[in-house]
């Protein structure tokens, strides 16, 4: 037994000393500047032959980065990194609006480290350090959300008991829709189904691999004609907003002609990220399946209004049997 | 004279008229240039050396000697160009200082005054300039102290880069070969290993504040809710509305004197289009449209049926765009091949189309059958012609352009077509619209005509109402704004002249610091300044306007009407109000439209504001200005404007570490 017992502690203390030796390697503040430096979600251009895009538009996924930021904190411990990783990961939760743990984070940066320059340089406007005009704005910002409570952003969830099939030439595209976020939308567009509106319907501009617009009528090729409820025609809807970003599978209803308002037929399937038309344009739902027809469609060869040159038709449009 | 010749002299006087034009405009001395916007703040060298400068620039522009050829004046002119791009490099190259250690500039970083010595500065410099120059985009001092004053605040902030951070980052150190063949073109540009370590580490340092700075940029619900208010305010607007109706009620107890209808019909060209007879077509289509599944085709044997190279090519060119839609994407990407293809596949969009051509053109050819035999029989009964080829017939008579628009069989430019036909006349040669092949005669044309005055001069008076009382209206605004401003200026005497003496002194400085002697110029500057002064004095008296409003609208009786609380809504562009709405309610409407609203002092008067649609002319006093409540806003607004303020904060970050930004915080004093 007493070998036996010798034997297991001599194996856990070279696996210890392996795995410390590991994470040593891991942790080395080279490689903690560099993972640092990539779990930013924004990157600025700089002087010299690099110039990173500058990632301003869209939105930021904050709660996946804090989670990122948390982690990088945790093997920064005792590294020269460790009080950046705490600004950083207390300015994310800030900005998530969880301001008590931002000001627990600032505050235990002050405690910490009382003499690094976060701390102590007096580099901000008003001759305050980074930390005390962070502190500052957390007991603002407290203050704002306690005049104004804020509830948690619902992020956009798929409704199972609502999804539309568009019968194009190649075959089938189901739409799920975020009910819980663009309700209106989600209510407009299965209407518009049942009510035939997209039935022979053609495609309309085709941006290969970004984007294609759908419910066109085949008169009014190349136009985009308003929604205008006195013509008969579905009526514009008011913008929802959402989490939801444009990203690849994304149905977003198009804009009613530079009206804040979303249009109340046409809608557009993007084939990848493109977060520069949030807020700009309404996600209402997503392509559960048949994606590859829209991107294959998205390739064909185009006339002048970039249309597909052989004119395609939306064959049916269909509420799916639960 | 030969006809040609006099058919062609407008043409040759309007070419003499143009080539004297250019000569006169070539003789004209060229215009002096505009005095810079801060001419009078200007030193009396700074003004020398930019009057030596622009003479210069005008040297460029004036004639070319006598004699001088134009290849000789465009050489001259490539050589200005490049001299004054030489001047430019030469005066933004940075010479290597005299003594290194002499003190270039200071700056104040947290706290502290710290020097930048020339030495310090030069050597920036040179790294800069080996790995950041571009042609034409030199280095310039001002990039070097935003390259400098950027690394200070790094610094200061406590970030660095070790040599063993630079050696794990840099794909050199990790690829052997790839760092040899570096070192080959660093040779030929006089870059060495160290030099290029040096530049890494600082681009490294200064690129980590950079994203320090950006990405620690705080979004507070501040900043939403600035954003929010601007399109959520709530206005109270008290107004006075000079309305046209009430005025034309008025009016029509007197009816007009003959002599005033007469003046209003020879001044409004508006009321007089009203009236204006139409211009009208008479004429006779006769068509086959193969869209309607029938077959237009002429007897095989006939020689319609026979289809030329050279009349498909015809047909082909005159309905191109149409055909050209029906080429298939195979067939598109053989006519616009976009990779390596045998030129024996290549083919031309016509190869494509002759079948449909001569399909078409084959399926008109009782159309072409019917137009050879209508061209034959001129004047001839074009519907019996109709009815004999089994083809369509259509008649107009009187019909304006909109009958055409009615009715596109033909195309919406057709009218165009036949009003400049000669009557009696067939159209040149058959027509395709869309699936639709015609020929036409015009019968006859009126052109539009103004009726004579006596004839219309009973049905004038409503017209004469409305736009005389819109007259009067307007002139009871603009008189009632004049009460206000006297009233204002009675008010304000004293703030008025203390502003008008400041303006003539102003004037006079420029006067004596330009030297100017024309009394035309001293009239103009003088002018200009009070003008200023005045600008800068409207809003001060549209707020005493509001103090003055309530009196003077109580002495006048003018009717005050209150809008309550509102939110200001789209601007209207002076669009007609709906027939059915009531005239108040129209008048609110402008007024909740108002987008000056936004921008107007609490208390303040407006100038007076005109809408076509209602007909009537305001004056509003902006009692209220309330912000929005928060707790209302509405999570896709919220979401919205969140993402605006980071994209703002965003820019913010950014624009900081620019020079202009980072003198300023930094208090930057060059020597």
Not at chain 2, 97 to 108: E, F, L, Q, S
Request: proline share 6%; with cysteine.
């Amino acid at each position: 037994m007493q070998r036996t017992n010798r034997y297991a502690a001599l194996v856990l203390a070279c696996c210890t000393a392996f795995t410390a030796s590991a994470q040593n390697d891991d942790n080395s503040p080279a490689k903690l500047w560099n993972d640092l430096s990539s779990a930013l979600p924004k990157r600025s251009s700089g002087g010299g032959k690099e110039r990173n895009p500058v990632t301003l538009m869209g939105t930021v996924d904050w709660q996946k980065t804090t989670e990122e930021m948390g982690v990088l904190l945790g093997r920064s411990q005792g590294t020269p990194i460790e009080p950046y990783a705490m600004y950083y990961l207390a300015t994310f939760q800030f900005n998530q609006g969880e301001i008590e743990a931002a000001t627990g984070l600032f505050t235990g940066l002050k405690e910490q480290f009382p003499d690094h320059p976060l701390v102590k340089a007096k580099l901000v406007d008003g001759a305050r350090s980074h930390v005390d005009a962070a502190l500052e704005d957390c007991k603002r910002e407290g203050d704002w959300l306690q005049r104004y409570p804020r509830k948690a952003t619902k992020a956009p969830e798929i409704d199972p008991s609502r999804t539309v099939v568009l019968s194009l030439p190649k075959g089938d595209v189901v739409i799920g829709f975020y009910a819980n976020v663009a309700p209106k939308h989600a209510e407009q567009f299965i209407k518009n189904v049942k009510d035939g509106v997209y039935t022979n319907t053609i495609v309309g501009r085709i941006q290969p691999d970004l984007a294609v617009q759908f419910g066109f009528k085949e008169s009014e090729k190349g136009r985009i004609t308003p929604s205008d409820p006195s013509k008969g025609t579905p009526p514009p809807i008011p913008f929802e907003f959402s989490k939801a970003s444009h990203k690849r599978g994304s149905v977003s209803m198009m804009r009613n002609l530079g009206q804040p308002e979303s249009h109340g037929t046409l809608f557009e399937i993007y084939l990848k990220e493109y977060p520069a038309e949030d807020f700009n344009r309404t996600v209402l739902g997503e392509v559960l399946s048949g994606i590859e027809i829209v991107e294959e469609l998205s390739r064909q060869n185009r006339d002048q209004f970039e249309y597909p040159a052989t004119t395609t038709f939306v064959k049916t449009a269909r509420v799916a049997k639960k | 004279m030969p006809s040609a010749v006099r058919r062609g002299r407008p043409a040759l006087w309007c070419l003499a008229v143009l080539l004297a034009a250019a000569v006169g405009r070539a003789q004209d001395p060229p215009k002096p240039p505009a005095l810079p916007p801060n001419w009078s703040q200007m030193s009396p060298e700074e003004q020398a050396k930019w009057r030596e400068e622009m003479k210069r620039r005008m040297a460029g522009r004036q004639d070319p000697p006598a004699g001088q050829s134009p290849e000789d004046r465009a050489k001259a002119m490539r050589d200005e160009k490049a001299r004054t791009r030489e001047e430019m490099e030469k005066a933004l190259k940075i010479e290597a200082p005299a003594d290194r250690d002499a003190v270039k500039a200071t700056y104040v970083v947290g706290g502290e005054t710290k020097e930048i010595k020339a030495g310090e500065f030069y050597d920036a410099y040179l790294r800069l300039s080996k790995f950041e120059e571009r042609p034409g985009v030199p280095v310039t001092e001002d990039k070097v102290f935003e390259h400098l004053l950027t690394l200070a605040e790094a610094r200061a902030l406590g970030f660095d880069c070790t040599v063993e951070e630079f050696v794990a980052g840099d794909p050199l150190e990790k690829n052997a070969t790839l760092k040899a063949e570096t070192k080959k073109l660093w040779e030929r540009q006089g870059i060495t290993e160290e030099l290029y370590r040096a530049y890494e580490i600082e681009r490294r340092i200064a690129q980590k504040a950079r994203d320090f700075h950006l990405n620690t940029a705080r979004v507070s619900s501040q900043s939403v809710f600035d954003a929010y208010k601007g399109d959520r305010f709530t206005y109270r607007v008290q107004y006075v509305a000079f309305g046209a109706s009430e005025i034309a009620e008025e009016m029509q107890k007197t009816p007009p004197a003959e002599a005033d209808l007469l003046r209003f019909w020879n001044d409004d060209k508006g009321v007089q289009n009203q009236f204006r007879t139409p211009t009208t077509v008479d004429a006779e289509f006769v068509f086959f449209d193969q869209s309607s599944g029938g077959d237009g085709s002429a007897d095989p044997a006939s020689a319609a049926s026979a289809v030329s190279y050279e009349e498909a090519l015809s047909y082909y060119r005159r309905n191109k765009e149409r055909l050209d839609e029906l080429l298939t994407s195979e067939q598109r990407a053989k006519v616009q091949p976009t990779g390596k293809v045998d030129p024996s596949e290549i083919a031309s969009p016509f190869d494509f189309l002759r079948p449909q051509i001569e399909k078409e053109i084959r399926a008109s050819g009782r159309v072409r059958v019917a137009f050879n035999e209508a061209k034959s029989a001129p004047g001839g009964d074009l519907k019996a012609l109709a009815e004999k080829y089994k083809l369509g017939y259509a008649s107009f008579s009187k019909a304006e352009r909109q009958a055409f628009v009615a009715d596109p069989r033909f195309g919406l430019q057709i009218f165009g077509s036949l009003f400049n036909a000669e009557a009696g006349k067939l159209s040149g040669d058959l027509t395709t619209e869309r699936q639709t092949q015609f020929f036409w005669r015009l019968n006859g044309k009126a052109a539009s005509a103004l009726p004579d005055f006596s004839t219309v001069k009973d049905r004038l008076g409503k017209a004469y109402y409305e736009t005389a009382a819109n007259g009067r209206a307007a002139d009871a605004a603009k008189a009632a704004r004049a009460e206000l401003d006297a009233a204002v200026d009675a008010e304000l005497k004293n703030e008025i002249d203390q502003r008008n003496t400041a303006a003539d002194q102003n004037a006079d400085r420029e006067i004596k610091a330009r030297n100017v002697s024309d009394q035309k110029q001293i009239d103009e500057i003088k002018a200009r300044h009070r003008q200023i002064a005045q600008q800068q004095l409207t809003p001060v008296r549209n707020i005493a306007a509001g103090r003055v409003f309530d009196k003077i609208a109580q002495s006048k009786g003018w009717k005050v009407e209150d809008t309550g609380d509102f939110e200001l809504q789209p601007a209207r562009f002076g669009q007609a109000a709906p027939a059915e709405q009531p005239l108040a309610e129209a008048r609110l409407a402008v007024v909740k439209s108002q987008q000056t609203l936004r921008s107007m002092p609490i208390g303040s008067v407006s100038q007076v504001v005109s809408d076509g649609g209602t007909k009537s002319h305001y004056l509003m006093k902006l009692a209220e200005r309330k912000e929005p409540d928060f707790s209302k806003i509405s999570e896709s607004d919220y979401l919205r404007l969140r993402g605006q303020a980071e994209r703002t904060v965003g820019q913010q970050a950014m624009s900081r570490n620019m020079y202009h930004e980072l003198s300023r915080r930094m208090n930057l004093q060059t020597r």
